[in-house]
């Protein structure tokens, strides 16, 4: 069965510093996808990025970051010079096959406070 | 541009009451999912429809659960006679199935929070 670690529980820095979201996963499958998902305090699940177990290309969208790692099992979230709307708590998830489709294996979440 | 909605947002219900949930998917997604997230932890998955037919379901939705998607487009999730374990924040998503693709990207609704007294 897939596994998502995100052994950070919370993670507390000051504005405009660069923080580094780690995760972690485990599975047997060899095509597979990672999510990374933000939920702010209203409780929506925001779609931040998903990639391919066959590219391993970093991903770059503005102050966010992402390093695929398949040697490590590792997909880590990085924001530079972070701001206040960033507070947030991240989930990375991994794909598990469903009949014709995929379901989503959450990690257990990283609680993100800027403070300013 | 209409993201996935859910209805009610907030529900408090007494234990033995039984409570109904209704998610509207992004229109023209023809994939729909109901997942459970209790508090400080990450979203579970319950059940899976593609169009009207329910092809999955966890072993988490117990017989009390019952999700229904008519007509391949709104659905409704009921729990029966509530208990106090089955509080928690309940998440819809769609997608669309994308040729070309092995799988495809869930969009998430606001959640309706259950608390059950």
């Known amino acids: 069965a897939q596994k998502v670690t995100q052994a950070q529980t919370e993670i507390s820095v000051v504005e405009k510093e660069d923080v580094t979201l780690d995760c972690v996963y485990e599975?047997?499958?060899?095509?597979?996808?990672l999510f990374w998902y933000k939920q702010p305090p209203s409780g929506e699940l925001v779609f931040l990025i998903r990639r391919n177990s066959f590219d391993e290309q970093n991903e770059i969208s503005g102050r966010y970051s992402w390093n695929f790692q398949k040697s490590t099992s590792s997909f880590n979230f990085t924001i530079t010079a972070s701001q206040v709307v960033d507070s947030a708590v991240y989930f990375c998830a991994l794909s598990e096959p469903l009949q014709g489709a995929q379901k989503l294996v959450f990690g257990q979440g990283t609680r993100l406070t800027i403070n300013p | 541009d209409t993201g996935v909605s859910q209805d009610p947002r907030h529900k408090i219900t007494k234990r033995g009451q039984n409570v109904t949930f209704r998610c509207d998917p992004i229109s023209e997604h023809n994939r729909l999912y109901w997942y459970r997230q209790t508090l400080g932890q990450g979203p579970e998955f319950l059940t899976y429809f593609q169009n009207e037919a329910q092809l999955e379901k966890s072993r988490l939705l117990s017989d009390r659960f019952s999700a229904e998607r008519p007509k391949g487009s709104f659905s409704t999730l009921e729990i029966q006679r509530t208990e106090q374990g089955d509080s928690a924040m309940y998440l819809c998503?769609?997608?669309?199935?994308?040729?070309?693709?092995?799988?495809?990207?869930?969009?998430f609704g606001p959640g309706t929070r259950l608390t059950v007294l």
């Open positions: 599975t047997r499958d060899t095509t597979y996808y």
């Open positions: 998503a769609s997608s669309q199935r994308l040729s070309g693709y092995s799988t495809d990207t869930q969009y």
